[in-house]
């Protein structure tokens, strides 16, 4: 497996790194944790030594015969600093070398990960945002932070990303997925929409918004600026993503064309109702004596994917549909993706195959991407994750 770095910089955080160790050590590989000399302040050195199963050194002048300050960073396969400080990142823009952490980063070739942790008025400094632009010319993956709640009453962006995330991000750079995304605009939608029939019952569907909260973190992972438009999707908000909660088609339709402009890329990953009850009771319809069933009359939603594509302007934004399709006497599964994708007009149609139960809520999924040239791509069965930066590959060499 891999050998990783993780430095770890002086902030509160700190503690959500113990947890990062545990997800590289328990995937095998092996780690090396680098703390400032202000990070074992908040998580002493006992703690580190435990988890990596290694010793731990902050200054260049430890094991001097073992050359640390060099051979740490030249045998990395990875170095991934969380926290990373606005201190740290001003080092590292600066190519300052005080500490065996700022030194191994100086000697490091390979992938390296930040991801930020201050408040909120550190990370929008103009002096971060130059240091974060700098560390990102130079090839180096800087997440952008959650928001959140930070130390004391503070709430906004500046929050660490959680563990699992990072994790993600640094599995991305090992496998050598590019940050082919940085200063892109990315605008994805994600889960089902409902309409609702009284203020209990609605139609909806059985999308959980995995797929699409997959293609945020991957096109996070990969520099983009995202914005995620969730329709009652029950998982946690991406690092370093604007979430925008919507309930029914018609939230969603708004939403979307209200941020599409300036975006580059638009993946349409969510399921919207295709139809919604003529009228909406006000309280619950409720069972008659006389056994009579009550009539729903319905109406159709307007189709927010043939909307996107007629209202661009040449081939911008990219735009990705989805279709969930099951195989009948009128076609196979593919035959009636490239039938919507006809209809549409979209760059690039996702098709699954939804039948038997298959793809919805589950973590691992197939789907064929359909071209508007009518060319097929089958992406094997695998975590949705895969699917998200396959998804991504075509949709950059769209944007040229």
């Given at each position: 497996?891999s050998?990783?770095?993780?430095?770890?910089?002086?902030?509160?955080?700190?503690?959500?790194?113990?947890?990062?160790?545990?997800?590289?050590?328990?995937?095998?590989?092996?780690?090396?944790?680098?703390?400032?000399?202000?990070?074992?302040?908040?998580?002493?050195?006992?703690?580190?030594?435990a988890?990596?199963?290694?010793?731990?050194?902050?200054?260049?002048?430890e094991?001097?015969?073992?050359v640390?300050?060099?051979?740490?960073?030249?045998?990395?396969?990875?170095?991934?600093?969380?926290?990373a400080?606005?201190?740290?990142?001003?080092?590292?823009?600066?190519?300052?070398?005080g500490?065996?952490?700022?030194?191994?980063?100086?000697?490091?070739?390979?992938?390296?990960?930040f991801?930020?942790?201050?408040?909120?008025?550190?990370?929008?400094?103009?002096?971060?945002?130059?240091?974060?632009?700098?560390?990102?010319?130079r090839g180096?993956?800087?997440?952008?932070?959650?928001?959140?709640?930070?130390?004391?009453?503070d709430?906004?962006?500046?929050?660490?990303?959680?563990?699992?995330?990072?994790?993600?991000?640094?599995?991305?750079a090992?496998?050598?997925?590019?940050?082919?995304?940085?200063?892109?605009?990315?605008?994805?939608?994600?889960?089902?929409?409902?309409?609702?029939?009284?203020?209990?019952?609605?139609?909806?569907?059985?999308?959980?918004?995995?797929?699409?909260y997959?293609?945020?973190?991957?096109?996070?992972?990969?520099?983009?600026?995202?914005?995620?438009?969730a329709a009652?999707?029950?998982?946690?908000?991406?690092?370093?993503?604007?979430?925008?909660?919507?309930?029914t088609?018609e939230d969603?339709?708004?939403?979307?064309?209200?941020?599409?402009?300036?975006?580059?890329?638009?993946?349409?990953?969510?399921a919207?109702?295709?139809f919604?009850?003529?009228?909406?009771a006000?309280s619950?319809?409720?069972?008659?004596?006389?056994?009579?069933?009550?009539?729903?009359?319905?109406t159709?939603?307007?189709?927010?994917?043939?909307?996107?594509?007629?209202?661009r302007t040449?081939?911008?934004?990219?735009?990705?549909?989805?279709?969930?399709?099951?195989g009948d006497?009128?076609?196979t599964?593919?035959?009636?993706?490239?039938?919507k994708?006809?209809r549409?007009?979209?760059?690039?149609?996702?098709?699954?195959?939804?039948?038997?139960g298959?793809?919805?809520?589950?973590?691992d999924?197939?789907?064929?991407?359909?071209?508007?040239?009518?060319?097929?791509?089958?992406?094997?069965?695998?975590?949705?994750?895969?699917?998200?930066?396959?998804?991504?590959?075509?949709v950059?060499r769209?944007m040229?």
């Amino acid at each position: 497996m891999s050998e990783i770095v993780l430095g770890v910089s002086g902030g509160v955080a700190a503690y959500k790194a113990a947890l990062l160790v545990r997800l590289f050590t328990e995937s095998g590989h092996g780690v090396q944790v680098v703390p400032t000399e202000s990070a074992l302040e908040f998580v002493g050195r006992a703690t580190w030594e435990a988890l990596s199963g290694r010793p731990v050194q902050t200054g260049v002048f430890e094991n001097v015969s073992d050359v640390p300050h060099v051979r740490i960073g030249q045998q990395a396969d990875l170095v991934v600093v969380a926290p990373a400080t606005a201190n740290t990142l001003a080092r590292a823009a600066h190519g300052l070398a005080g500490d065996l952490l700022t030194n191994t980063l100086l000697t490091a070739r390979c992938p390296v990960v930040f991801a930020p942790a201050m408040h909120t008025e550190m990370w929008t400094h103009a002096a971060t945002v130059a240091n974060v632009a700098t560390l990102r010319s130079r090839g180096a993956t800087v997440l952008d932070p959650a928001v959140g709640r930070l130390t004391g009453s503070d709430t906004g962006p500046g929050r660490l990303p959680e563990p699992a995330q990072i994790y993600a991000a640094c599995l991305a750079a090992l496998a050598g997925r590019p940050a082919d995304l940085t200063g892109r605009r990315v605008l994805i939608s994600a889960g089902g929409t409902r309409e609702y029939l009284d203020p209990v019952r609605f139609l909806g569907n059985r999308s959980s918004g995995l797929q699409g909260y997959a293609l945020a973190e991957a096109a996070a992972a990969r520099g983009a600026r995202v914005t995620l438009v969730a329709a009652n999707v029950g998982l946690p908000d991406p690092a370093g993503v604007e979430v925008v909660p919507v309930v029914t088609t018609e939230d969603l339709r708004l939403a979307v064309l209200e941020r599409v402009e300036g975006s580059d890329a638009v993946v349409m990953a969510a399921a919207p109702a295709d139809f919604r009850p003529t009228s909406y009771a006000a309280s619950k319809i409720k069972k008659r004596d006389d056994g009579a069933t009550p009539t729903i009359e319905l109406t159709e939603n307007a189709d927010i994917l043939a909307e996107l594509v007629r209202s661009r302007t040449g081939r911008t934004p990219v735009v990705v549909g989805f279709a969930a399709e099951t195989g009948d006497d009128q076609g196979t599964v593919v035959e009636h993706g490239l039938r919507k994708l006809a209809r549409k007009g979209c760059d690039l149609l996702v098709v699954n195959d939804v039948s038997a139960g298959k793809v919805f809520g589950r973590d691992d999924t197939e789907a064929v991407i359909l071209t508007d040239a009518g060319d097929t791509h089958p992406v094997a069965p695998g975590p949705k994750s895969e699917l998200a930066h396959v998804i991504w590959d075509h949709v950059v060499r769209r944007m040229g």
